[in-house]
């Protein structure tokens, strides 16, 4: 209630009282600023930054998403955007870059400087979905030749641009990455001794072509500050720190969980995102599933003598639908899960589909113990072993097309999100339906 308060009281000022608003955004610690500005709608976030000085504007757009730092640079003057663009890290720019208009970002890089606007454009040459992309080219290194003495003076001269210092990769011939060193490391070792015999030889390096989110995994993993980033010939490019790392892990979440519900991330706070956004965000999946959903209709007018000779069988269609497909979903979203964090690779598909084949005969057993007596009391106990067949059967089924769905979505190169858990809950609610009435015709002795 608190925060709703800050930002009606903020957005009033904004538009009554710009002198207030003022006050109002240097008096406010960054942090609680920053949450009440992204929840300003886009015309109110752009008020707020035009009263902002220079210092006090670049820290508050650093925290804002790339998305929302599209909408404001669009929205704000040419000297403002020249500011703010120019105090980003290059791999910020980048990002950046890849949202704005071709009109926009043209004067953006003209106005940098020559070694900026260079390490900008260096990362803009790398694929879209690569480790390159993402990296910070700002990074000193030191030599395996040099002394302990000697590679601390070197980061006293050069590292005041570097993303971080803390681990400094160690080069050997032709600029290869032979190690790393920790800062620490240098600080309490003697001055004379070279780097070879306190570096770490066994560094974790990720690759330039590799998927940003399987380098940030590696970075999580092995809880590094920092991972060296080398070219194919095994030559440092940049770093992949470890800010950088989770903030890639959190977008892939955020994307995963917004396609496993059937919609499309929206990168920006939900009360900055207009309506007509919303709307987009979610109506290709609901258009899919609605044609989908037609097999339904499909299975229930072929069964429809069968429907007519037992009408008691009608009443637990929605509760054997419905379980199928949420047991579906958990599967899904289960193993997308485990793939997201490395936890399942190609070759488990075996391994996946048996565990999760078993938990759905569990579940299914236990559900139908659970709805055995009502079943019963409802109908008949000819109807009540129909459904509680039905169930088991349902749900080793869902689990099946749950578990194996995103394992081949994988496989044929399609992103498992994608492959929603909407969409297995459609496809189960078909299948599950014609294995409801096959089964009553082979226990009641329907046609």
């Known amino acids: 209630m608190r925060a709703k308060t800050e930002e009606q009281q903020l957005e009033r000022l904004l538009r009554q009282d710009p002198s207030g608003a003022r006050a109002y955004l240097y008096q406010t610690p960054p942090q609680p600023l920053l949450r009440t500005v992204r929840r300003l709608s886009r015309a109110d976030r752009a008020r707020a930054f035009r009263l902002l000085n220079e210092a006090e504007a670049l820290p508050l757009f650093v925290g804002l998403d790339a998305s929302e730092q599209t909408d404001l640079i669009t929205d704000l003057p040419s ?18 870059l890849d949202q704005l208009p071709a009109t926009v970002s043209a004067p953006l890089l003209a106005g940098l400087e020559e070694t900026d606007r260079a390490a900008t454009l260096g990362l803009t040459a790398y694929p879209a979905r690569s480790t390159g992309r993402v990296m910070s080219p700002e990074v000193v290194s030191v030599r395996n030749d040099q002394s302990a003495s000697s590679a601390l003076a070197h980061v006293r001269e050069h590292g005041s641009t570097a993303e971080t210092v803390y681990m400094l990769p160690v080069l050997g011939q032709d600029d290869r990455v032979v190690g790393v060193v920790s800062l620490r490391r240098l600080l309490f070792t003697e001055p004379d001794t070279p780097l070879h015999e306190v570096m770490s030889a066994h560094a974790i390096t990720v690759s330039v072509d590799q998927d940003p989110e399987e380098a940030a995994r590696v970075v999580r993993a092995a809880r590094l500050i920092a991972a060296p980033v080398v070219d194919s010939g095994g030559r440092l490019a940049g770093v992949l720190t470890v800010d950088d790392a989770m903030r890639i ?123 055995v007596v009502p079943a019963a009391l409802f109908a008949d106990f000819g109807i009540a072993v129909v459904v509680c067949v039905s169930l088991v059967v349902i749900c080793v089924l869902a689990t099946f097309v749950g578990s194996v769905t995103p394992l081949v979505a994988r496989r044929i190169g399609v992103d498992p999100a994608v492959v929603s858990a909407p969409l297995i809950s459609t496809l189960v609610d078909a299948s599950g339906l014609i294995i409801y009435f096959l089964v009553a015709r082979a226990v009641l002795g329907l046609s």
């Open 79 to 96: 000297s403002s955007r020249a500011h703010l663009f120019d105090g980003l890290e290059p791999d910020d720019r980048a990002r950046l």
């Open 249 to 371: 892990l959190a977008d892939a979440e955020e994307e995963d969980v917004a396609r496993s519900a059937g919609s499309i991330p929206l990168r920006r706070s939900y009360r900055a995102t207009p309506v007509f956004e919303l709307v987009r965000s979610r109506i290709g999946w609901l258009l899919v599933l609605i044609v989908a959903a037609t097999l339904t209709v499909n299975v229930l007018d072929f069964f429809e003598e069968t429907l007519a000779q037992a009408v008691t069988l009608a009443l637990f269609v929605p509760l054997l639908i419905g379980t199928g497909g949420n047991a579906g979903a958990q599967s899904a979203t289960t193993v997308v899960r485990a793939m997201a964090v490395g936890d399942v690779e190609d070759r488990d598909v075996p391994r996946v589909v048996a565990r999760e084949v078993g938990a759905g005969a569990v579940l299914g057993v236990i559900l139908a113990a659970v709805a």
